[in-house]
């Protein structure tokens, strides 16, 4: 289940608004890593950016919120988390922020993968952590947790390098320390951004290349049932249908996109 979210700070203000829509951490890295400062990345999910000052990800922890930062310059992080990227029919469009503006408000556009595996990148990220006996402190500032602790203490390297690669969230703490600790550097790579929020990058998109799918206010349980039909699924497409007749009429861009997606790969 996802369970983090982006959360901005008001101009003035201290504490964080939570937004409502949640993904997996890989996937928020991912979406992060393709803007070039925070303030693009606020102009690009607010309407009304300049009224925010920062913006961070959030999670929920025995009950307490946990907060950790954006990057955008972590490239051994976007190196691991770029193959666990998985948009679907949606990577068709080849435009990475339309597809990054879809997959944010409906994430079932979108799948991550949660099996990790051990790389150049992150073996890199613990090789910083291990030399030195290093790992005491990233305990101790709470970014790894105590089974890896006593696997390293141990010297027991493939037990911490498992335990590392257990979640993704423990090889972020991993790189976290490791940048507070001024032991892994940024990477800073210019990208050109559309100036644009993400309902205008799909909006612009969709007039210039009409075959992709609308975008709409849908439910959660709709796009479920639109990416089970992009998936050949007959039977979602027969409960989509069953729908009553004004919901049906409000989606009907989707329904001609579908249909049209249906006929295409028929042939």
Known sequence: MALYSFAVRKKGEEKYSRSGIRHELAFLDYLSMQF?????LIRFLLENPEQYDDIVITYRHNNETKIIPVYFDAVELKHIVNPLIDFGPLAEADNIYYQIARAYKNPSCVKVETELEETEDFDKIMAEILYDNRFKKAYNMHLINKKACEYAEDNFTQGFIRE??????????????????????GNA????????????????FEAENPRYMP??????YENILFARIINGDESAYEELMAFDIERLEYLKPILDYLGRYKGNHKK
Do not use: C, W
Request: proline share 6%.
């Open 36 to 40: 070039n400062n925070k303030e693009e």
């Open 164 to 185: 590392m690669l257990s979640s993704y969230l423990n090889i972020r703490k991993a790189y976290a320390f490791g940048r507070k600790s001024n032991y892994i550097k």
């Open 189 to 204: 790579r210019v990208k050109n951004v559309p100036p644009l929020h993400r309902e205008e990058i799909i909006r612009q």
């Open 215 to 220: 975008i709409l206010d849908t439910t959660p």
